[in-house]
């Protein structure tokens, strides 16, 4: 034709021939910031969750298997017969891994706190129980609490046997509906990024309108047109993923440290592994593929309305 | 030339309505042959740009039947229509180019979109764009070109897909006598390749230039056919006359 070489070869439009279609317009919105923010405080959501059940977990792991037995009694003198007994019979009971007595020491020291070290202070005048810290080989059922029961009810009949775990269980119920709190913050977290990508990707099909026409008359499919979107939020979402990743665990490792001190058993268990650090890493490319499915369903429903 | 029973597009009876208000276009019968050249006249307002849309499927049509490419155009799947849509070039009275995309890309938007590779993009874009004569401008944003500009990178992409039928609206209106002879001869060469051109004008000095073409002729929404080529059913005899 008039001296003009047209020559290529058609195909059928399958292959992803499809960039620079729109202007692709990435980290130029709020899009990167918005996600940074929801990716971090779903990291730090996740992890304080992720930390509480460790510190679950160990907690029970420590406290499966223990039992205390208290010698109630005021006369010191029983007091220790019975403990001395009750130890000779439990050491003989079956399943019980170990018996030790709390000592003396010990006892004053948890009581510190509050009855005090003053000068004067006669602390054997004071009606202290025996405690008899028992680990069994399996955990405390209330059949075995019963079977222990009956074994020393003769030899210290003033003895209390307590499940260790049963003391905690008001702290794991908390932990748990900590958990549970954790978890609807990363629903909620997860419902407001798909919000966020929602509206976002509508406004950019209301801002490209004419060119995704003039791009539908030019026989562009709705996939090709998707896909330009689809990539402009995964720019968005990684860089925004990568930064909230960032900022949430920063801030994640200054709560470690500012539990740190505390040094009880709880706080000291509530430590975030490497397995646990992976799940959080892997939380900015869950926000990646959100964001890029919801995008693309939204530009494909989008586009369904046009001809 | 012409095979009656091949037609590239076929209107039976097609009328058009923008919402509540009246027919726009209102009983519109006719059939576009492979090969043929056609232009399409009526006063402002008459309905052509309706008309032209209808043809390159930016619009359903609000009653009639539409057969284009032997393939009912009414109830083709919406999946369908890209398919079809780059069979079709397009000249848009507006120009419509991309205003984010240099006159290149503007020109090898038809090809990116049907796959076409980077590599085999780079000549025939270049190629057609120093004939349009504006080898030089290849780069400049559509912000940055003059009308007449706009318009031969507009033609250009219409044009570089070698489509099997070419609408055009006005395409000669912002350029000067010289280029404007200069398209008309491209559309020809096109047309002489086998592609069905459609080009709606108001310059009838410029349907006299192109040998055997037909004219279809709008009046306030009614097709008005001064040679009877364009009637479905065709009357052959005229048909036959109207090409010799």
């Known amino acids: 034709m008039i001296g003009l070489r047209l020559s290529f070869s058609l195909p059928d439009g399958r292959r992803r021939s499809d960039t620079r279609l729109l202007p692709e317009g990435s980290l130029s919105g709020p899009m990167p910031w918005v996600i940074a923010i929801m990716i971090a405080l779903t990291v730090v959501a996740a992890g304080s969750g992720l930390a509480l059940r460790n510190a679950a977990r160990a907690a029970s792991a420590d406290l499966e298997g223990g039992v205390t037995v208290q010698i109630v009694s005021a006369a010191p003198a029983e007091r220790n017969r019975q403990a001395e007994a009750a130890i000779a019979a439990l050491r003989r009971a079956p399943g019980v891994a170990s018996v030790s007595r709390v000592s003396q020491g010990d006892l004053e020291t948890l009581l510190e706190p509050w009855l005090g070290t003053r000068p004067g202070d006669d602390l054997e005048a004071l009606p202290i129980p025996a405690l008899i810290d028992l680990r069994l080989a399996a955990p405390a059922s209330p059949a075995r609490l019963a079977a222990l029961r009956a074994r020393i009810a003769a030899v210290a009949p003033a003895a209390r046997v307590d499940a260790q775990s049963a003391w905690l269980a008001p702290v794991f119920g908390a932990i748990g509906a900590l958990q549970l709190l954790a978890a609807g913050l990363i629903a909620l977290l997860a419902f407001a990024t798909v919000a966020s990508v929602l509206l976002a990707s509508r406004n950019a099909l209301g801002s490209h309108r004419e060119t995704i026409e003039i791009v539908h008359m030019l026989g562009g499919t709705d996939r090709q047109i998707a896909r330009v979107f689809q990539r402009g939020m995964a720019v968005d979402a990684a860089v925004g993923g990568i930064a909230g990743l960032l900022f949430g665990g920063a801030a994640l490792l200054a709560l470690g440290r500012a539990f740190a001190p505390l040094g009880s058993g709880l706080a000291s268990g509530a430590m975030l592994g490497w397995s646990d650090w992976l799940a959080l890493a892997a939380i900015p490319l869950a926000g990646v593929a959100l964001a890029v499915v919801t995008a693309r369903l939204t530009v494909l429903a989008a586009l369904r309305e046009m001809l | ?244």
């Not at chain 2, 009656?4 to 058009?16: R, S, Y």
């Not at chain 2, 229509?81 to 009275?93: A, D, M, T, Y």
């Open chain 2, 1 to 244: 030339m012409i095979k009656p029973d091949a037609e590239i597009v076929q209107f039976d009876n097609v009328g058009l309505r923008y919402g509540a208000e009246r027919e726009v276009l209102s009983d519109i019968s006719f059939t576009l042959y492979p090969g043929c050249f056609y232009f399409l006249t009526g006063a402002s307002g008459a309905g052509k740009t309706s008309l032209l849309r209808l043809l390159y499927l930016a619009q359903r049509p609000s009653r009639g039947l539409i057969r284009m490419f032997g393939t009912d155009a009414i109830t083709l799947p919406r999946e369908r229509l890209p398919g079809f849509r780059r069979r079709i070039g397009v000249v848009f009275q507006d120009f419509r180019l991309v205003p984010h995309l240099s006159a290149f890309d503007n020109v090898a938007l038809p090809l990116r979109v049907a796959g076409v590779s980077e590599r085999e993009i780079l000549r025939p874009v270049a190629d057609m764009l120093d004939w349009v004569g504006l080898g030089d401008r290849q780069h400049a944003r559509p912000a940055t070109l003059s009308g007449g500009e706009q318009q031969r990178v507009a033609i250009a992409r219409a044009v570089i897909a070698r489509p099997d039928m070419l609408v055009a609206d006005e395409p000669t209106g912002n350029v000067d006598p010289e280029m404007a002879m200069k398209l008309m001869r491209l559309f020809e060469s096109l047309n002489r390749l086998g592609t069905t051109v459609v080009v709606a004008t108001h310059d009838l000095h410029l349907i006299g230039k192109v040998e055997g073409s037909l004219l279809m002729r709008l009046d306030k929404g009614k097709l008005a056919d001064p040679t009877g080529a364009l009637r479905y059913p065709p009357r052959r005899a005229t048909v036959e006359t109207g090409l010799a």
